[in-house]
């Protein structure tokens, strides 16, 4: 049997009866990635000793990591974060050689679930981007055709899902960062509820734009680690018997391919095929686009300002940091107002349409 096919909540249950162990599910892994990697690149950045020794661990003391949700499952942490002893680069030359010596809050949280870490996997510079490549460790390709984008910020964590080199992946989120790369290679990206992910610390407090979020083959594997990531039961009104949706081809008027097109018009009439009210429906996204930009570009500078001017640094960062600066303070609140408003509005549009669920394409093309 090839565990590495299998779904992550299929590979648990094995491991969990006992009808598998750690250090075969990494092998598979490992095999899936040998005969990946030099195509696709999407887990540049590997410690596979490291990995086959904490596997080897866990099989030979059933009571190390005892009853945790992932144990034995195989992830590699995206390259934005701090992982202790292991190369972090955040897709930059100005941190091209950065070992941290402490692993991120949410890293150390997320091993402490029992899982075998195999290295990071890539990302744009900063995570700046919805196409993975970077100057240090170089292009992602997608696995299912490699000429094609594997999208991002979270581009490496998809394609080494898609490719069967992991298990679950974590990714992060700002502008479709998770959903985007998701789309590109045919697995899951879910972005969570801003402030559900307790653990997942920024370096500036007055700014919630970006979140950190599981990713899966499926969406019951990116459940399993999306529960992790929370670390608290969350309580949810059930589902009801025939969920109503809102779904809507374009967010109003954006242009989208027509493939796109008929490929969400395919789900949605297999939604509606299976029973679900389906009601095509958009709320007000008036402004979005500016106040996206405004707020994307005020992020950049509460970490990255010192680096306006650093050439090391690729062309499109350097311009958000440079459009974050040269904010003044009218604009900033306009911003901020802007998207309170649009905030209500989703939330009017989810209670007056009595909606559990909007859908529409991921992406454009």
Not at 32 to 40: K, S
Not at 93 to 117: E, K, M, N, Q
Not at 195 to 207: E, F, Q
Not at 247 to 276: N, Y
Request: aromatic content about 6%; glycine content about 8%.
């Amino acid at each position: 049997m090839d565990l590495a096919a299998l779904t992550a909540t299929e590979q648990k249950a094995l491991l969990d009866a006992g009808k598998a162990s750690c250090r075969e599910l990494l092998a598979d892994c490992r095999t899936r990635a040998e005969m990946t990697e030099p195509v696709v690149n999407a887990i540049p950045t590997v410690h596979w000793d490291t990995a086959e020794d904490l596997a080897g661990r866990l099989d030979d003391d059933p009571t190390m990591l005892k009853g945790t949700p992932l144990r034995g499952l195989v992830t590699a942490f995206k390259d934005l974060n701090d992982t202790a002893g292991v190369l972090t680069t955040r897709g930059s030359l100005v941190f091209s050689d950065h070992i941290p010596t402490d692993d991120a809050p949410l890293v150390a949280h997320v091993r402490r679930s029992g899982v075998v870490p195999v290295g990071k996997t890539n990302t744009p510079e900063f995570g700046k981007g919805s196409h993975t490549f970077n100057p240090v460790l170089g292009l992602t390709r997608n696995p299912w055709d490699p000429k094609r984008s594997a999208g991002g910020s979270s581009g490496g964590a998809a394609v080494g899902l898609a490719c069967g080199s992991l298990s679950i992946a974590d990714g992060s989120d700002l502008g479709g960062s998770l959903r985007n790369p998701a789309a590109f290679n045919a697995v899951v990206g879910f972005r969570p509820t801003t402030g559900s992910i307790p653990l997942d610390v920024h370096p500036d407090p007055r700014t919630d734009q970006p979140i950190a979020g599981p990713m899966g083959r499926t969406v019951a594997d990116m459940a399993l680690l999306l529960g992790v990531m929370m670390s608290a039961e969350v309580s949810a009104d059930p589902i009801p018997t025939v969920p109503r949706v809102a779904f809507s081809p374009d967010l109003g008027d954006l242009p989208v391919e027509p493939p796109v097109r008929a490929a969400t018009a395919r789900a949605v009439d297999a939604l509606a095929d299976a029973g679900w009210e389906v009601v095509e429906a958009c709320p007000n996204l008036r402004g979005a686009d500016r106040c996206f930009e405004d707020l994307r570009g005020l992020f950049q500078t509460f970490h990255l300002a010192p680096l306006v001017d650093d050439e090391r640094v690729k062309a499109t960062a350097r311009y958000e940091i440079r459009l974050g600066l040269s904010l003044d303070a009218d604009r900033i609140a306009a911003a901020v107002a802007t998207e309170g408003r649009i905030r209500s509005d989703w939330d009017r549009f989810f209670v007056e349409g009595q909606f559990d669920a909007f859908l529409s394409p991921t992406t454009q093309v």
